[in-house]
């Protein structure tokens, strides 16, 4: 072999080797990244879903207790005036966030409820009341609920076995995401609080058919133009995710596990929902070998309505996106997938203060019972 076959041979060799090595760089470095191997002290139960999970980190539906309850572990279902990173809308009861007696809690409120009066002529026990409940909390799709006026401390709540009664209210939501309250759902409610009313021996004294429902339509129209749902986008700028690798950053930046493919961030307020909600492809989270897995983006999301003004939550969530994609190596992008320069995102601050004053205005704060059940 002369010196140039030689060196051809060699050259050849090199290339290949080089070729070779750049395959295996490349597909290293575009491979979903994965969790980095468990730090002392640190167990798998912080990096997955535990179905029995239990705390105020929204291991039901909604994250919310009270309207886990109320819906009977149904969510949200988010509609109406939804936004990329900001749209208009809330409404919350600044002055009454709801009377908590202990697990308990006084539900209905005039300003957001159509609210019956059932006048009984002695007192009602609990386990009586909680017979003649109806099999169904709704009617149409609002929220119904029955509240009993307890004879030792005067206060209203869920009718509970053991306790005593001397009167009754029904209420049913004037409006939610899915609208306004219509004659057809009016006229169910009535049914319902009759039904319950003849159950216990007592009256009924239900509000003017057209009047709630005129109200229930202008507190829609106040509502419709007032809903603020966050969210923004963070996208991997190179290599992919594996879903275990976002659990376990998240979790660096107080994200805890909510559901398959899905963490939040908890309220430090006790019966409050979570402030902030990471979500991603719930089946990748879910498949056989979810490290295999490859994740593009997750979305970062704040309701407004459902979190109270005094948790800064935009700042959180401001803050939390710019943490996670240093770290992951990502970048915030609105929901279509596009970059958003700080320029865009300064001004959303402002504009969710001016919000939070007008829901004020109207005697609606963020973050109360009634925002949350209006909102859900």
Request: net charge negative.
């Amino acid at each position: 072999m002369s010196n140039f076959q030689l060196a051809l041979v060699i050259t050849f060799g090199v290339i290949l080797v080089l070729y070779i090595a750049y395959n295996t760089w490349s597909a290293r470095r575009n491979e979903p990244k994965k969790p980095r191997p468990e730090e002392p002290g640190q167990s798998d139960s912080e990096l997955r879903y535990e179905p029995g999970f239990d705390g105020r980190a929204a291991s039901s539906a909604t994250g919310d207790p009270v309207l886990d309850a109320q819906l009977g572990g149904q969510g949200p279902r988010l509609s109406g005036h939804s936004a990329d990173a900001f749209g208009a809308g809330a409404v919350a009861r600044s002055g009454n966030p709801g009377t908590y007696l202990g697990d308990r809690q006084q539900i209905l409120d005039p300003l957001t409820d159509a609210i019956a009066t059932i006048h009984t002529d002695g007192i009602v026990s609990g386990n009586a009341a909680i017979a003649a409940m109806p099999s169904s909390f709704r009617a149409g799709n609002k929220a119904f609920n029955i509240e009993g006026l307890n004879e030792t401390s005067q206060t209203w709540e869920l009718p509970r076995a053991g306790a005593r009664y001397t009167g009754f209210q029904a209420g049913v939501q004037l409006a939610n995401r899915h609208g306004p309250m219509n004659e057809i759902e009016f006229s169910e409610f009535v049914t319902k609080v009759q039904q319950f009313a003849d159950s216990i021996g007592a009256a009924q004294d239900t509000p003017d058919m057209l009047q709630e429902v005129a109200r229930a339509r202008e507190l829609d129209a106040f509502a419709s133009e007032h809903d603020a749902q966050l969210a923004f986008m963070l996208r991997a700028k190179r290599a992919s995710w594996s879903p275990g690798y976002v659990a376990q950053v998240a979790a660096k930046h107080g994200f805890v596990p909510a559901g398959p493919g899905r963490m939040v961030m908890p309220s430090g307020i006790e019966q409050m929902p979570a402030i902030l909600a990471l979500t991603y492809d719930a089946q990748a989270a879910l498949a056989d070998d979810p490290e295999a897995s490859a994740l593009r983006d997750v979305l970062l999301s704040l309701d407004v309505p459902h979190v109270a003004r005094s948790e800064k939550p935009f700042d959180k969530m401001r803050t939390a996106a710019e943490a996670l994609c240093a770290e992951m190596d990502g970048v915030i992008c609105d929901q279509n997938g596009t970059p958003l320069p700080i320029m865009v995102v300064d001004p959303i601050a402002q504009d969710l203060e001016n919000l939070y004053d007008q829901l004020e205005l109207r005697d609606l704060a963020a973050g109360s019972l009634a925002a949350r059940r209006l909102f859900s």
